[in-house]
């Protein structure tokens, strides 16, 4: 397999832009995160999906943030409008299992907002 | 949530120093997780500890799941500048939510 792959690497925007971010998570797996990873603030989870149906986004930070999972093998996460405090690395992660099961994350997506 | 703390938050030492770094709690955790993160990747699993008291060894590292396991620790006998990178752990609370992560070990270990 692949590994978790997650698209863009880098996204370079301005400020008010629409921002999508792509993951494909790793075959049967039944879990899929997306985590902001900042200097600041570390690894922070943003929402998890089991099966595809949205389980806990109480990280998400407010309504500009938006995640779907329309099918098992690719999830979005987008923020509309971008403002310059979304600039974070966004990771993508998937597992077989909740709580102890191992965690594969994806390379991660740079995102800047001017 | 329950908050992680690691310490300390930045490491530089030389080739072949050991080291520990430290990740604590005041809940209790079913299990735990340390992560370890290069520099443009995602965190890669390096071992998960379940039971109180658990030391585990992989090659040059050691850890150790402290007996309430509130703690854990993480060894590296003769550090090589292959283990840079950032060290995470991350704890499962078993009460039905996803793994909390500590902000992380900063390690820069120079030839």
């Known amino acids: 397999d692949a590994g978790v792959i997650q698209s863009p690497r880098h996204e370079v925007t301005e400020m008010g832009q629409e921002v999508t971010l792509r993951c494909k998570p790793i075959?049967?797996?039944?879990?899929l995160f997306w985590y902001r990873q900042t200097m600041m603030r570390g690894l922070e989870l943003l929402i998890y999906?089991?099966?595809?149906?949205?389980?806990?986004d109480s990280g998400m930070p407010e309504d500009r943030f938006s995640a779907k999972m329309p099918n098992a093998s690719f999830s979005t996460l987008k923020i509309q409008p971008s403002e310059p405090r979304d600039s974070a690395v966004y990771f993508c992660a998937s597992s077989l299992l909740q709580g102890a099961g191992e965690q594969f994350f994806g390379p991660g997506t740079r995102l800047t907002v001017l | 949530t329950q908050l992680l703390e690691q310490s300390p938050q930045f490491l530089s030492i030389q080739e072949g120093e050991n080291l520990t770094v430290y990740c604590n709690s005041s809940s209790v955790f079913s299990s735990l997780q340390w992560y370890r993160q290069e520099p443009g990747e995602g965190p890669v699993l390096l071992v998960t500890v379940v039971t109180g008291g658990e030391v585990k060894k992989l090659k040059r590292l050691t850890f150790q799941f402290g007996d309430a396991r509130k703690d854990s620790s993480l060894h590296i006998t003769a550090a090589q500048p292959g283990d840079t990178g950032l060290y995470l752990c991350a704890g499962d609370s078993n009460s039905g939510y996803a793994l909390n992560f500590g902000k992380g070990t900063s390690l820069l270990v120079t030839p």
């Open positions: 075959s049967g797996h039944d879990y």
């Open positions: 999906f089991n099966n595809n149906v949205p389980i806990d």
